[in-house]
């Protein structure tokens, strides 16, 4: 150990100053015992020693001739004994030099140990180093891909990492500490030269005073006591150098304790069996990580062998449970199957037909079964399903015996069917008036084009018929595909033209510059496909001026085929749009200009163009329009110039109120609200109140502020000046307000833009300025009051929505909204029929005092309001009531049809 060391070599150094010191002290006391004086307790050596030899010469200098003898005598005895000490200092100062000679030499030794171990405890910690830098590459290599308790346990590797590089760190502070030990001995090494210098020179001083005083004798004193001044001084020049040594040597000690310390903690940690150490450690957390993993590995997999055991398990249990329904389902229909699978039979067999896989006449028979719900024909279905399309039709042609139906068949033509290809109002009365048909027992099938941007996830079995249906246009025949998929349980056929133009690949449903060719086009590839399939249909119902061309088409063109056995209906949703074009397009699509181009037939009354509403209204056996005010209105200026023709045709003309999908439109089990709720159970509606609000970032601290919706076309007949004016009412009375609408009106679009900017920040009002079906559901069943305030409203659905989901209308008076709400507080009206607000003339006064009485009646009488709103949610606006008299009617008109054969 170090410790030792250090006593070996510092002792010389201290003997060799001790032995000086002595010699000093020796001298000093042999001149005062001489001269009486008292011993100097504190000062240096040399410079004592010089005084008094001084007085001493001084007083020999004062002595009488007289005593010259004497003296002389006396200093020859005096210089024997000095010299008698100098000759043993001198010996002294050999042994010294000796013993400082051996000190250096031990000095030299110890530091090329010193550097030994120094380099060889860099090797180990630059080993150390590398192995650190790999084992850290390591951990951040295994780290990857490992779990977060995996990534935990890492971290405390690295932290152990870190504390590792601080002791080297440590390790490294302290080598450059005995670097500097190094340098410290180089320094005493060069003081040990000057040293052993100056010890020569003395020597050869010595040597030299030793001739000199032989060859000058007892009167040379003063050079003599000169000479020993002269060693006196370089003795007291070595004296400091041993001086100066012994400090570095003291210095030398802190450092050696340094190194001693050092020493010890490396002795105590040993780095190489650290590092050998931390490695390992490093090594274990490693594997004990990689058990973990695989450890988890193996969990995971059993946990999805488990899972995908238990999938197995529930598809089995799911087929079982299929398998069970269906044959409850089977069992529950005693009678028939679900309306979605009777038209999908009815499809299956009219597809059977156009592809000539079956022959017209069974077609029309197994048509009838269908139609009739026969059990027979579900039987040999279901005992049929997964085997070849071939034994299905083998099994269903066996069964084509000739029989009647009480029930019709009707067809709808339309350009919209909710929720399928939805723009307004007339795609909820295809699918609602349809369904309401269908189960009454009739067999209805709806004829589509096949747009692009419909959606197409609402149709259950799209697939492509393997046939396709020429159809004339313009001078040319021209392939459709035909599609056919079911639509809330009807029937439907897709006609996707094979026309250049792409008729129904335009991203949108109207609005396209040549939108008459559009719909004329299809309507005659409609009417062609029914031609083609044989099908005896009862009515062809078509809807507004897209499909309107049906009617001269039908009597004019596929009558005179022989395809002759329907009546046409044609209802006018809305009599604005009429659909008008040169006279000479009637020849384009296969028509006779000179037979249709005249004031009674085609032509409009105003110009010279030909009208396809007009010729829908002459060439109609039913003329249907959508609310018995608005039939009423129309016949006079709400004709928009058919109303001469409407009441020449006044006997085929009815107004019928359009009903509402009340499966669609059902509160208590609506998908899109956040809680369902009925008339008896009012929680779901505020629950629903303060979801949407919360949704549009309006205010909700005031729960007793009513809550307006709209949801219309922003159109000039949606009264649009007074749903603007609404809007700054609503606010002005303390309420709040929300729009849902779109224009197809460039700068009505851009007007409600810059009042949704200004209101913007308003936490009562929002204008949602586009299409969202969702979001429809959830105003209707949030707000208090909906407003409806057209300048002139064919049927109106919104009223009624609004009414099944609580929501008090505020309407103005006119076409079905007049048919479907009632003022609360028209006397004239019976009690049990007031249901809303409403006001006649179209401007804001009227429109202020009914929002004004429903805001007064919602603060001040919560009690009664409340019954209002329960007394709305039971109205039936469902379509039965309407669907029977379609039905009326049409049966009226098969029955005149079936005369006429
Ligand atoms: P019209 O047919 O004249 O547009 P209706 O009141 O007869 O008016 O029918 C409108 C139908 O369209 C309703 O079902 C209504 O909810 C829906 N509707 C209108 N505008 C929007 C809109 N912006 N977003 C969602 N649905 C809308």
């Known amino acids: 150990m170090f410790c030792s060391h250090d006593q070996i070599i510092v002792a010389p150094y201290v003997h060799m100053f001790n032995c000086w010191n002595r010699r000093y002290m020796y001298i000093v006391l042999f001149s005062c015992a001489r001269t009486g004086a008292q011993p100097p307790q504190k000062s240096t050596p040399s410079a004592n020693y010089r005084n008094r030899v001084n007085i001493q010469r001084d007083r020999a200098g004062a002595s009488s001739d007289d005593e010259h003898q004497q003296k002389s005598e006396d200093e020859n005895g005096l210089q024997n004994i000095q010299l008698e000490d100098l000759v043993e200092m001198i010996q002294n100062t050999e042994?010294?030099?000796?013993?400082?000679?051996?000190?250096?030499?031990?000095?030299?030794?110890?530091?090329?140990?010193i550097i030994k171990e120094k380099e060889a405890l860099q090797q180990e910690i630059n080993n150390l180093e590398i192995k650190l830098s790999e084992t850290g590459a390591q951990s951040k290599l295994s780290s990857k891909g490992m779990s977060d308790a995996e990534a935990l346990e890492f971290d405390v590797l690295k932290e152990e990492n870190m504390l590792l590089k601080d002791d080297i760190t440590f390790f490294k502070e302290k080598l450059i500490e005995i670097t500097e030990t190094e340098e410290s001995l180089f320094k005493l090494e060069?003081?040990?030269?000057?040293?052993?210098?100056?010890?020569?020179?003395?020597?050869?001083?010595?040597?030299?005073?030793?001739?000199?005083?032989?060859?000058?004798?007892?009167?040379?004193?003063d050079a003599w006591w000169e000479k020993v001044e002269n060693l006196e001084e370089l003795l007291e020049s070595t004296a400091n150098q041993v001086e100066h040594a012994a400090l570095i040597l003291d210095g030398y000690h802190d450092v050696q304790d340094k190194v001693d310390k050092l020493e010890a903690s490396l002795g105590a940690t040993n780095i190489s069996e650290f590092c050998l150490y931390l490695v390992d450690l490093l090594k274990k957390r490693v594997k004990s990580i990689e058990e973990r993993f695989q450890a988890c590995n193996h969990e995971m997999h059993s946990q999805i062998e488990l899972y995908e055991h238990s999938i197995v398990e529930f598809h089995d249990t799911l087929s079982k449970?299929?398998?069970?329904?269906?044959?409850k389902s089977m069992e529950h229909?005693?009678?028939?199957?679900?309306?979605?699978?009777?038209?999908?039979?009815?499809?299956?067999?009219?597809g059977w037909s156009l592809e000539k896989k079956i022959s017209n006449n069974d077609a029309n028979i197994l048509r009838e079964m269908a139609w009739k719900r026969d059990s027979r024909l579900r039987e040999a279905y279901l005992s049929s399903r997964g085997k070849a399309e071939r034994e299905l039709i083998d099994s269903f042609l066996k069964m084509a015996l000739p029989g009647t139906s009480s029930g019709l068949h009707i067809v709808h033509i339309a350009a919209e069917m909710a929720p399928v290809a939805k723009v307004g109002g007339l795609a909820d009365v295809i699918s609602g008036l349809g369904k309401a048909l269908q189960k009454k027992g009739n067999l209805v099938e709806i004829i589509l084009p096949k747009y692009d941007c419909m959606q197409h996830n609402q149709i259950n079995n799209l697939k492509v018929?393997?046939?396709?249906?020429?159809?004339?246009?313009e001078g040319n025949m021209f392939a459709n595909k035909i599609w056919t998929g079911t639509v809330e349980g009807l029937s439907v056929y897709f006609i996707e033209p094979q026309h250049p133009d792409k008729f129904f690949w335009r991203a949108q449903y109207y609005g396209e510059h040549d939108d008459f060719k559009r719909f004329s086009y299809f309507s005659r590839v409609a009417l062609e496909l029914l031609y083609q399939s044989a099908k005896k249909v009862d009515i062809i119902h078509c809807h507004d001026w897209q499909t309107a061309f049906v009617a001269p088409l039908y009597w004019d063109v596929y009558a005179n085929l022989g395809f002759n056995s329907a009546r046409i209906c044609f209802t006018c949703h809305n009599f604005e749009y009429q659909g008008t074009a040169p006279a000479q397009d009637l020849a384009y699509r296969g028509l006779d200009v000179e037979h249709l181009d005249r004031a009674d037939r085609m032509r409009d009354?105003?110009?010279?163009?030909?009208?396809?509403?007009?010729?829908?209204?002459?060439?109609?056996?039913?003329?249907?329009?959508?609310?018995?005010?608005?039939?009423?209105?129309?016949?006079?200026?709400?004709?928009?110039?058919?109303?001469?023709?409407?009441?020449?045709?006044?006997?085929?003309?009815?107004?019928?109120?359009?009903?509402?999908?009340?499966?669609?439109?059902?509160?208590s089990t609506d998908r899109f609200l956040k809680v369902q709720y009925s008339a008896n159970d009012l929680y779901g509606k505020s629950a629903?109140?303060?979801?949407?609000?919360?949704?549009?970032?309006?205010?909700?601290?005031?729960?007793?502020?009513?809550?307006?919706?709209?949801i219309t076309r922003l159109v000039p007949q949606k009264g649009v000046h007074l749903i603007r004016h609404a809007i700054y009412k609503t606010a002005e009375l303390g309420g709040q307000f929300i729009l849902l609408g779109s224009s197809p009106?460039?700068?009505?679009?851009?007007?409600?833009?810059?009042?949704?900017?200004?209101?913007?920040?308003?936490?009562?009002?929002?204008?949602?300025?586009?299409?969202?079906?969702?979001?429809?559901?959830?105003?209707?069943?949030?707000?208090?009051?909906?407003?409806?305030?057209s300048m002139f409203e064919p049927c109106g659905l919104t009223q009624m929505i609004a009414m099944r989901y609580g929501s008090v209308p505020v309407v103005r008076k006119t076409g079905g909204l007049n048919d479907s709400v009632f003022d609360f507080d028209d006397e004239t009206i019976p009690m049990e029929l007031r249901n809303g607000f409403t006001f006649l003339k179209a401007d804001e006064q009227g429109f202020d005092s009914a929002l004004e009485r429903a805001f007064n009646y919602y603060h001040r009488k919560p009690e009664v309001w409340k019954q209002l709103v329960q007394k709305d949610m039971k109205i039936d606006f469902s379509w039965d009531t309407s669907a029977s008299q379609y039905e009326d009617i049409y049966q009226r008109a098969a029955a005149r049809a079936r005369a006429a054969t």
């Open 465 to 473: 018929l393997d046939v396709v249906v020429q159809s004339y246009f």
């Open 333 to 350: 229909y005693a009678e028939g199957m679900p309306s979605e699978f009777w038209s999908r039979i009815s499809l299956l067999i009219d």
């Open 745 to 789: 009106v460039p700068n009505i679009q851009r007007e409600f833009e810059g009042i949704a900017d200004q209101f913007q920040n308003n936490n009562n009002i929002r204008l949602l300025l586009k299409y969202d079906d969702a979001l429809s559901h959830m105003i209707f069943a949030a707000s208090d009051m909906f407003i409806v305030p």
């Open 321 to 327: 449970l299929i398998k069970e329904s269906e044959k």
């Open 190 to 221: 060069k003081e040990r030269a000057l040293l052993d210098a100056s010890l020569r020179e003395l020597e050869c001083a010595f040597i030299a005073a030793q001739s000199d005083m032989l060859k000058l004798g007892p009167m040379q004193h």
């Open 95 to 113: 042994k010294n030099i000796l013993l400082l000679n051996q000190a250096r030499l031990q000095a030299l030794e110890r530091a090329d140990k």
């Open 605 to 667: 009354n105003s110009h010279g163009r030909i009208n396809v509403v007009k010729g829908a209204i002459v060439y109609s056996n039913i003329i249907t329009t959508v609310s018995p005010t608005y039939a009423q209105e129309v016949r006079s200026e709400g004709g928009r110039g058919l109303q001469d023709t409407l009441k020449i045709h006044s006997k085929k003309f009815v107004g019928i109120l359009n009903g509402i999908d009340t499966d669609t439109w059902n509160p």
């Open 688 to 710: 629903n109140k303060a979801a949407l609000t919360k949704q549009l970032k309006m205010s909700s601290a005031n729960a007793s502020q009513p809550l307006v919706g709209c």
